[in-house]
């Protein structure tokens, strides 16, 4: 990169590379964004789920052996579903330490002391930042998406078993 720095057009390659860096930070921005908005739905079944089977459970005298083993076995991956939800909307709040782009760098300051960081900050330093950043959004993308896909997994083991539940309660 150093070499792109001392060329004529080097500034014009960094600038291009900065708007790059910048769409990839917003792109996974939005991958972010997307695992926030698919879990609520994936909460809402399994906790529709499990108030199903609550509502359906008869008092514990009544509860036989094979409904109880099906109860457990159909609600615990629903809680474990949940656990992943909850572990895929947590909010992950470390940061590139020094970043004048993250929010939490930004709040560690004073007013004073960040305007002048910004006002100091070179281009190079920017596009490191920017560079931290990117990769730190891309860890953090990599943990939501792995923990959604959990939960996704949990919920369909879940649904057979819950169902043959389900009706067994029902059913009496």
């Not at 300051?109 to 305007?115: E, L, V």
Request: aromatic share 8%; net charge neutral; charged share 15%.
């Amino acid at each position: 990169m150093n070499a792109m720095a001392s060329t004529p057009n080097g500034e014009s390659d960094r600038s291009a590379i900065i708007q790059q860096q910048e769409s990839s930070l917003d792109r996974q921005l939005e991958w972010i964004r997307a695992v926030d908005s698919k879990t609520p739905i994936i909460i809402g079944l399994a906790t529709a789920m499990l108030a199903v089977t609550g509502a359906l459970s008869p008092d514990p005298k009544s509860l036989t052996w094979a409904t109880g083993v099906l109860m457990a076995i159909g609600s615990l991956p629903l809680i474990g579903s949940l656990c992943w939800c909850a572990a895929a909307t947590f909010p992950h709040t470390e940061g590139p330490d020094g970043s004048l782009i993250y929010f939490g760098g930004i709040s560690k300051r004073s007013s004073a002391k960040y305007t002048e960081a910004v006002s100091t900050r070179t281009t190079e330093d920017y596009l490191q930042d920017l560079n931290a950043q990117c990769h730190r959004n891309a860890q953090i993308a990599t943990a939501k998406y792995r923990a959604v896909q959990r939960a996704h997994l949990w919920l369909f083991i879940a649904t057979p078993v819950w169902l043959i539940a389900c009706y067994l309660l029902y059913k009496g």
